[in-house]
């Protein structure tokens, strides 16, 4: 209702200044040529600025021209116009079909909006001593020069009120509104002029002209090329500055120019360059400390114990394996996986559990930093009071408002566009397409283990003969096991399973958040976020969690073996473990995903401006206007940088919740980060329209997803350590079954660990349907009663031969313990730093109510002045009175 109130004495307020404005004959669409100046913002006349730009098909010259679309396009430019607008139109120069509608907002239109949208404008310079932060302190020296970039003047702000224009810093009305913000006024107009009437019912939302083709594009100018600067003397060259600084390679070692970023692309982009930017010097720390255990366990790989072990011809080449599928898997020797046994020392090591613990208290001080530095941001981009109630409804919102509801706040009507109950179908519609998708996923995960089911039986036949008869690949049998061609193939599979999905539920998603009907773009966004995020969440980690927790776990024993399906065998682990599978899994999903995300996000757009270009190309002699040449770049879309925020915290998931397994995935993902930094600057300065200016305060919804991704990261690498890795194991086999009672030694040792980590299997309690056949028997395979397999169990002289023995006990109760403690540990040092670090620096919580005082003070004091200048006393002219008087 206060929305409703504010919008409606707008346009009463539109009404009064449509009397003083005077629309010049250039306003009428159609009577205006373009001047010849390539790098001009303004109108013919030079001087009224260019705010927003429209482009549509002219009908005369074009036979698919839809009917309506003109009587629509009139009725909404009409609106415009009404509304204080004023319009001037020009055709093409390249295509003498498209027409361009610049759109300039007057300066009493920019004053109603700007009250009307909350927009905080200065009231006097701040002359308070800025705060400096340790962050500020250790990244100023990567700044561009002050020189290039001059630093902004501080103000005292406060929201604006059009009755008190006097209080205001207005120096020159031209300038006291920055290009960004009458863009983003020029936007809202946009979106509320209505364009059609359908009984007393007027149809508005400026993107179903823009869907229904009335309009081909519209957008604000880019205030020069990027590359050229402008020719025009009051053009400040923002866009040209932040190529050169910013997006250009060569700037890759300085920090962003965040505050020009904002002012030029407004706090919506500003915040996730900064975001991006912080996020990306936090995991220097990380990828630093995740080089050096692997480089430990690199160093370490020769002299581990248990790889000696494995590798030696005298214990690991004595030790004959049990065949890991029936009939067509032979058996084979224990030093033949010498090289996956490395490989997995790599990763599978007390460093890797030091960096588990150490990627937790990270991510907390990730978080907790970000929340101050962010705090910083809102002070100093003024956005510190930003509430939701300041957002208005969007149009579409608005356009289906057709029930009437009590407001619970303000006890007055208002119009709503669904009834409880029908806001309930929607909702519950929407949460029934989410798990229909989120079950599909889960489907084409099981598929996949039905692939790896289905080709370890081929590879297991075909690769090993192919590897053994030829000799040619004879130094290759050793890496290239059946196990590793189905980790590699399946991942690739899933990989490209995950694109596809990808591409279809991103359709699904914006359409059952449209139809969900949000009342403001951050409760949109934050509703498609969620959507997307649990989508995108089961989508990419479903495969890492099957192989972390689940494969290799229930595989019976080689004589009686687990099924899937009746007749597929249930697949068990690499033999050097199923780490080395979920290492393989990891690689090649961040590697993959940050190639194909780069293709999407440079190579396409590069290619559609470039082929745009070539079909309109025009003569050498022509000189084509700002507008036309910002039209011929690609548009940002709808949703903005969305997409970047879901790829990059997808990639935070990757770099916190499976690290255990992969120390490198924060370095990774910072070389992936500096090259994104650089390509999303040069993406949105070089290939895109100029997108509107958002006013945001923080990064949204994505704050609470990132937390809820640090919480399960402590888990998931707990129980990738305790359940996945050998390391629990190998410390109960050293503390307890090294010494008496269980073994012979004085000394604990990890001498003996291979041997006593596999169980003894009798050859001759093999079922028919799954005894090894003779064709396929290795010829060393002599008067060997029984063969080994990965498990705890007794041997077959035992009494209760193939049960779990004591060992499997004692391991699972050390593995819940390990977890127990280690997961209590980090939540208590977590919980203890999100306590110990404010939000909010002190010093900063002390200048905004230092500044907000002295706001008040100066608006009493100016507001004090300009009353008593009202209240002077008239000065009576004493001769008049005495006429008056005798008269």
Same mark, same amino acid.
């Given at each position: 209702?206060?929305?409703?109130?504010?919008?409606?004495?707008a346009?009463?307020?539109?009404?009064?200044?449509?009397?003083?404005?005077?629309?010049?004959?250039?306003?009428e669409?159609?009577?205006?040529?373009?001047?010849?100046?390539?790098?001009?913002?303004?109108f013919?006349?030079?001087k009224?600025?260019?705010?927003?730009?429209?482009?549509?098909?002219?009908?005369?010259?074009?036979?698919?021209?839809?009917?309506?679309?003109?009587?629509?396009r009139?009725?909404?430019e009409?609106?415009?116009?009404n509304?204080?607008?004023?319009?001037?139109?020009?055709?093409?120069?390249?295509?003498?079909?498209?027409?361009?509608?610049?759109?300039?907002?007057?300066?009493?239109?920019?004053?109603?909006?700007?009250?009307?949208?909350?927009?905080?404008?200065?009231?006097?310079?701040?002359?308070?001593?800025?705060?400096?932060?340790?962050?500020?302190?250790?990244?100023?020296?990567?700044?561009?020069?002050?020189?290039?970039?001059?630093?902004?003047?501080?103000?005292?702000?406060?929201?604006?009120?059009?009755?008190?224009l006097k209080?205001?810093?207005?120096?020159?009305?031209?300038?006291?509104?920055?290009?960004?913000?009458?863009?983003?006024?020029?936007?809202?107009?946009?979106?509320?002029?209505?364009y059609d009437?359908?009984?007393?019912?007027?149809?508005?939302?400026?993107?179903?002209l823009?869907?229904?083709?009335?309009?081909k594009a519209?957008?604000?100018?880019?205030?020069?090329r990027?590359?050229?600067?402008?020719? /025009?003397? %009051?053009?400040?060259?923002?866009? =040209? !500055?932040?190529?050169? $600084?910013?997006?250009? &390679?060569?700037s890759?070692? @300085?920090?962003?120019?965040?505050?020009?970023?904002?002012?030029?692309?407004?706090?919506?982009?500003?915040?996730?360059?900064?975001?991006?930017g912080?996020?990306?010097?936090?995991?220097?720390?990380a990828?630093?400390?995740?080089?050096?255990?692997?480089i430990?366990?690199?160093?370490?790989?020769?002299t581990?114990?248990?790889?000696?072990?494995?590798?030696?011809?005298?214990?690991?080449?004595?030790?004959?394996?049990?065949?890991?599928?029936?009939?067509?898997?032979?058996?084979?020797?224990?030093?033949?996986?010498?090289?996956?046994?490395?490989?997995?020392?790599?990763?599978?090591?007390?460093?890797t559990?030091?960096?588990?613990?150490?990627?937790?208290?990270?991510?907390?001080?990730?978080?907790?930093?970000?929340?101050?530095?962010?705090?910083?941001? /809102?002070? %100093?981009?003024?956005?510190?009071? =930003? !509430?939701?109630?300041? $957002?208005?409804?969007? &149009?579409?919102?608005?356009? @289906?408002?057709?029930?009437?509801?009590?407001?619970?706040?303000?006890?007055?009507?208002?119009?709503?566009?669904?009834?409880a109950?029908?806001?309930?179908?929607?909702?519950?519609?929407?949460?029934?397409?989410?798990?229909?998708?989120v079950?599909?996923?889960?489907?084409?995960?099981?598929?996949?283990?039905?692939?790896?089911?289905?080709?370890?039986?081929t590879?297991?036949?075909?690769l090993r003969?192919?590897l053994?008869?030829?000799?040619?690949?004879?130094?290759?049998?050793?890496?290239?096991?059946?196990?590793?061609?189905?980790?590699?193939?399946?991942?690739?599979?899933?990989?490209?399973?995950?694109?596809?999905?990808?591409?279809?539920?991103?359709?699904?998603?914006?359409?059952?958040?449209?139809?969900?009907?949000?009342?403001?773009?951050?409760?949109?966004?934050?509703?498609?976020?969620?959507?997307?995020?649990?989508?995108?969440?089961?989508?990419?980690?479903?495969?890492?969690f099957?192989?972390?927790?689940?494969?290799?776990?229930?595989?019976?024993?080689?004589?009686?073996?687990?099924y899937?399906?009746?007749?597929?065998?249930?697949?068990?682990?690499?033999?050097?473990?199923?780490?080395?599978?979920?290492?393989?899994?990891?690689?090649?999903?961040?590697?993959?995903?940050?190639?194909?995300?780069?293709?999407?996000?440079?190579?396409?757009?590069?290619?559609?401006?470039?082929?745009?270009?070539?079909?309109?190309?025009?003569?050498?002699?022509?000189?084509?206007?700002?507008?036309?040449?910002?039209?011929?770049?690609?548009?940002?879309?709808?949703?903005?940088?969305?997409?970047?925020?879901?790829e990059m915290?997808?990639?935070?998931?990757?770099?916190?919740?499976?690290?255990?397994?992969?120390?490198?995935?924060?370095?990774?993902?910072?070389?992936?980060?500096?090259?994104?930094?650089?390509?999303?600057?040069?993406?949105?300065?070089?290939?895109?329209?100029?997108?509107?200016?958002e006013?945001?305060?923080?990064?949204?919804?994505?704050?609470?997803?990132?937390?809820?991704?640090?919480?399960?990261?402590?888990?998931?690498?707990?129980?990738?350590?305790?359940?996945?890795?050998?390391?629990?194991p190998?410390?109960?086999?050293?503390?307890?079954?090294?010494?008496?009672?269980?073994?012979?030694?004085?000394?604990?040792?990890?001498?003996?660990?291979?041997?006593?980590?596999?169980?003894?299997?009798?050859?001759?309690?093999?079922?028919?349907?799954?005894?090894?056949?003779?064709?396929i028997?290795?010829?060393?395979?002599?008067?060997?009663?029984?063969?080994?397999?990965?498990?705890?169990?007794?041997?077959?002289?035992?009494?209760?031969?193939?049960?779990?023995?004591?060992?499997?006990?004692?391991?699972?109760?050390?593995?819940?313990?390990?977890?127990?403690?280690?997961?209590?540990?980090?939540?208590?040092?977590?919980?203890?730093?999100?306590?110990?670090?404010?939000?909010?620096?002190e010093?900063?919580?002390?200048?905004?109510?230092?500044?907000?005082?002295?706001t008040?003070?100066?608006?009493?004091?100016?507001?004090?002045?300009?009353?008593?200048?009202?209240?002077?006393?008239?000065?009576?002219?004493?001769?008049?009175?005495?006429?008056?008087?005798?008269s």
């Amino acid at each position: 209702a206060l929305v409703s109130e504010e919008f409606k004495a707008a346009e009463m307020s539109e009404a009064e200044d449509n009397d003083i404005l005077e629309l010049d004959s250039e306003t009428e669409e159609g009577d205006a040529e373009f001047n010849g100046n390539p790098d001009s913002l303004f109108f013919n006349d030079g001087k009224r600025r260019i705010d927003f730009v429209l482009v549509y098909e002219d009908e005369s010259k074009s036979a698919s021209e839809k009917k309506g679309s003109q009587r629509r396009r009139e009725f909404f430019e009409g609106s415009l116009m009404n509304m204080g607008v004023e319009l001037e139109a020009t055709q093409s120069v390249m295509d003498e079909k498209l027409v361009y509608v610049k759109v300039h907002m007057p300066f009493e239109v920019l004053c109603t909006y700007a009250e009307v949208l909350h927009i905080k404008l200065p009231i006097q310079p701040n002359d308070l001593a800025p705060q400096s932060s340790a962050y500020n302190c250790f990244t100023h020296h990567f700044y561009p020069s002050e020189d290039v970039i001059a630093k902004e003047a501080d103000f005292f702000t406060a929201p604006f009120q059009k009755d008190q224009l006097k209080c205001f810093w207005v120096k020159d009305r031209e300038q006291f509104f920055t290009p960004a913000m009458r863009s983003r006024m020029a936007y809202y107009i946009l979106s509320r002029a209505p364009y059609d009437v359908k009984g007393n019912v007027k149809k508005f939302g400026f993107n179903k002209l823009l869907d229904g083709g009335v309009y081909k594009a519209a957008y604000p100018l880019h205030d020069c090329r990027f590359n050229v600067k402008s020719k /025009e003397p %009051d053009c400040p060259n923002e866009r =040209f !500055l932040l190529y050169n $600084e910013w997006a250009h &390679p060569k700037s890759f070692y @300085k920090m962003q120019p965040l505050d020009l970023i904002r002012k030029y692309f407004g706090e919506k982009i500003g915040i996730y360059f900064a975001w991006l930017g912080f996020y990306t010097v936090m995991l220097t720390l990380a990828a630093a400390v995740g080089l050096g255990c692997f480089i430990y366990g690199y160093t370490t790989r020769e002299t581990s114990t248990w790889s000696k072990e494995v590798c030696d011809p005298r214990i690991g080449g004595e030790i004959v394996m049990c065949p890991q599928c029936d009939e067509i898997c032979p058996y084979w020797r224990l030093n033949t996986t010498c090289e996956s046994s490395k490989r997995l020392c790599i990763f599978d090591n007390y460093g890797t559990l030091v960096f588990a613990i150490f990627m937790s208290v990270w991510v907390t001080l990730f978080l907790e930093f970000w929340k101050r530095y962010q705090a910083e941001l /809102e002070h %100093d981009w003024d956005t510190v009071e =930003f !509430l939701q109630q300041e $957002e208005q409804p969007r &149009p579409e919102y608005e356009a @289906k408002c057709i029930y009437e509801r009590v407001n619970p706040v303000t006890q007055e009507t208002e119009k709503v566009p669904y009834t409880a109950c029908g806001k309930c179908m929607r909702v519950s519609c929407g949460i029934g397409t989410v798990l229909f998708w989120v079950l599909l996923i889960i489907a084409s995960v099981v598929g996949v283990i039905v692939y790896r089911l289905a080709m370890f039986i081929t590879f297991s036949s075909k690769l090993r003969s192919e590897l053994y008869n030829r000799k040619e690949l004879e130094p290759f049998k050793e890496y290239v096991t059946p196990q590793m061609a189905t980790s590699i193939t399946a991942s690739i599979i899933s990989f490209i399973i995950i694109m596809i999905l990808n591409s279809v539920y991103e359709k699904v998603a914006i359409w059952i958040t449209d139809f969900e009907l949000p009342r403001t773009k951050t409760e949109y966004e934050n509703s498609l976020t969620l959507k997307m995020f649990l989508f995108q969440f089961v989508n990419y980690y479903s495969s890492c969690f099957y192989i972390a927790f689940f494969k290799g776990k229930v595989v019976g024993y080689p004589g009686q073996p687990v099924y899937w399906l009746g007749s597929l065998r249930n697949e068990e682990c690499d033999p050097g473990g199923c780490l080395t599978e979920l290492t393989t899994q990891l690689s090649i999903i961040m590697t993959g995903k940050a190639i194909w995300n780069n293709i999407q996000e440079v190579l396409l757009p590069w290619v559609k401006n470039l082929m745009f270009r070539h079909c309109t190309q025009v003569g050498s002699e022509k000189v084509i206007p700002r507008w036309e040449q910002d039209y011929r770049l690609q548009p940002i879309g709808k949703l903005g940088l969305f997409y970047e925020y879901l790829e990059m915290v997808i990639q935070f998931g990757f770099v916190t919740l499976f690290v255990a397994s992969f120390p490198l995935a924060p370095l990774l993902a910072l070389f992936n980060n500096l090259c994104e930094i650089r390509v999303d600057a040069w993406k949105i300065t070089t290939q895109f329209r100029r997108v509107v200016p958002e006013k945001a305060q923080d990064i949204g919804a994505w704050q609470p997803i990132l937390q809820g991704v640090a919480i399960l990261a402590v888990a998931t690498n707990a129980a990738i350590i305790a359940f996945t890795s050998d390391m629990i194991p190998r410390l109960v086999y050293y503390w307890a079954f090294s010494v008496s009672p269980y073994s012979d030694g004085s000394d604990h040792t990890m001498t003996g660990y291979i041997n006593s980590s596999l169980s003894v299997f009798n050859i001759a309690d093999f079922k028919e349907t799954i005894r090894p056949s003779e064709e396929i028997t290795p010829y060393w395979f002599n008067n060997i009663t029984t063969c080994r397999y990965r498990d705890f169990r007794h041997p077959p002289s035992h009494p209760n031969q193939y049960d779990f023995s004591i060992y499997h006990w004692h391991v699972i109760a050390a593995k819940l313990a390990f977890m127990i403690v280690v997961e209590h540990i980090v939540y208590f040092t977590k919980f203890m730093l999100s306590y110990m670090i404010p939000d909010v620096p002190e010093a900063l919580k002390e200048q905004i109510k230092r500044e907000r005082y002295l706001t008040q003070v100066i608006l009493h004091e100016t507001n004090i002045k300009h009353f008593k200048e009202l209240m002077k006393p008239i000065e009576v002219d004493n001769n008049l009175i005495q006429i008056l008087i005798s008269s």
